[in-house]
């Protein structure tokens, strides 16, 4: 919305436009009137893409930060051969690292092949709880554009009624509907466009993870392997 509003501060600046002065709040609250009734949905999109943002960014944050820690421990454990203490702090710790590799630890005597299924099993759960709330900012960064368009198709069937109901056309007729038209175009826009690079990323980071515990989940299972060697 900030972004709208800037853009629609930029359009006053145009030669022959004049319009009066207004601080940011001003403008805010006056292109909110203005959109008509697609400020609601629009508006809605704005909170829910807020609200989804802040939560992901810090959910993502504290499980990063677990992840790491883990991954540094376990491995330290694993590579002094200390597999009991490893499975003890995974089982202590809620983070997906510690998961996926508590599950293929609970099976390293039932061969190479079971771990690793284990471990993928385990992953694939990780991964979609890691994934929670990224379909919300996907459906914004569709719905959003589709609504200020719709906004524009309402905007120009206004416009046109003025002018059948009028039977002439002129500016003040027609100038209502199309504001109403623009504004909701440029704000689905500015709705999508920071949700958008807020989304990729939220996936970059979760890939980033992702090739972390894998990196370990790899480690621990050539660890477990080398163990294993000496006792066949």
Known sequence: M?????????????PGVDAPEMTMTEQMAFVWDEMGFMRWPLGACVVV??????????????????????????????????????????????????????????????????????IENQGLLELSRLEKGLVVLATLINIAPL????????????AFQAI?????????????????????????????????????YFVSRIDSLVIDMEESAQKMIDTLHAMESPRV
Not at 2 to 14: E, F, P, R, S, T
Not at 71 to 96: F, I
Not at 101 to 108: H, P
């Open 147 to 158: 609504l200020g368009f719709l906004g524009t198709v309402i905007g120009m069937i206004l």
């Open 49 to 118: 893409a807020i609200l989804v943002i802040i939560w992901k960014f810090f959910d993502l944050l504290a499980k990063s930060g677990k992840t790491r820690r883990i991954l540094t421990e376990v491995n330290q454990l694993l590579s002094e051969h200390k597999v009991e203490e490893a499975m003890e702090v995974c089982r202590e710790s809620d983070s997906p690292a510690a998961n996926i590799l508590f599950a293929g630890l609970e099976r390293r005597n039932e061969g190479t092949d079971r771990i690793m299924k284990a």
């Open 2 to 14: 900030v972004g709208q509003m800037q853009l629609y501060g930029a359009l006053l600046q145009i």
């Open 164 to 200: 059948e109901v009028a039977g002439e056309v002129e500016a003040t007729l027609v100038a209502g509907g199309i504001k109403v038209a623009l504004l909701t175009t440029a704000t689905g826009l500015a709705i999508a466009i920071p949700v958008s690079i807020a989304h990729n």
